[in-house]
């Protein structure tokens, strides 16, 4: 049983528990974080000097990042059955959990706290229409991987798949008009299908 910090609808606790749910990991979660605050606590600190959710204790082993947390925990619990074996296969998938922290997150965050983190009233349509073609244009690096892949790490599911997959529902559920990217819309359609996909990811977006 390990322990989770993180409230959840955070996307980055998100992330850590799909993939507990994907390896069956059991866990005892702790709301923390946005409303619930306890990110300055000194003893969080202690734990997290970063102040930000997830982080997670396993036995007396601290760790936070959520991208770090799932490769941990698919080595430690799933025998790295959630990353491709070939080193090929493996940075592919890595590759792409990098990408959405270092790149995409940067696009796409922007878009949801103008859209849904706003009241309508107080909406910025052109702000909004800029974030919105920033964030076309990343999607659209994905469109185009996934024409010739089935999964972001290829020809299987992998964790590669859990970064954008928690924030590819959340596109889906924000109030706007997205273009046709059939290669995503297929990719979701299977993603979604997973139970764990379904208990912590396919929820109110707020
Ligand atoms: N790179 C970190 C980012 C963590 C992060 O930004 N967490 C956000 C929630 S998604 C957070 O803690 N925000 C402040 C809060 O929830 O109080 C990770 O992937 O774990």
């Known amino acids: 049983m390990i322990k989770i910090w993180g409230r959840t609808d955070s996307s980055n606790v998100q992330k850590v528990l799909w993939c507990c749910g994907e390896l069956g990991v059991q866990f005892e979660r702790l709301d923390w974080g946005g409303k619930f605050g306890g990110n300055k606590d000194p003893e969080y600190a202690a734990m997290n000097p970063n102040g930000l959710v997830p982080t997670i204790k396993d036995g007396d082993f601290v760790l936070w990042e959520s991208n770090s947390i799932m490769r ?66 990343a999607w659209q690096m994905v469109e185009d991987h996934l024409a010739k892949n089935r999964f972001l790490g290829g020809e299987d599911f992998s964790l590669g798949d859990i970064p954008l997959g928690v924030w590819v529902y959340r596109w889906f559920n924000l109030p706007i008009d997205r273009p046709k990217q059939p290669n995503i819309e297929r990719w979701y359609d299977t993603i979604r299908q997973h139970k764990p996909y379904q208990t912590h990811i396919m929820i109110p977006v707020t």
């Open 72 to 137: 941990y925990l698919n080595a430690k619990y799933g025998n790295g059955k959630l990353l491709p074996a070939s080193p090929e296969g493996m940075a592919s998938a890595n590759r792409w959990m990098d990408w959405q922290l270092s790149a995409f997150n940067p696009v796409i965050v922007p878009l949801f706290f103008a859209t849904i983190r706003t009241p309508p009233d107080k909406r910025d349509p052109q702000a909004i229409q800029a974030a919105l073609d920033k964030t076309v244009k």
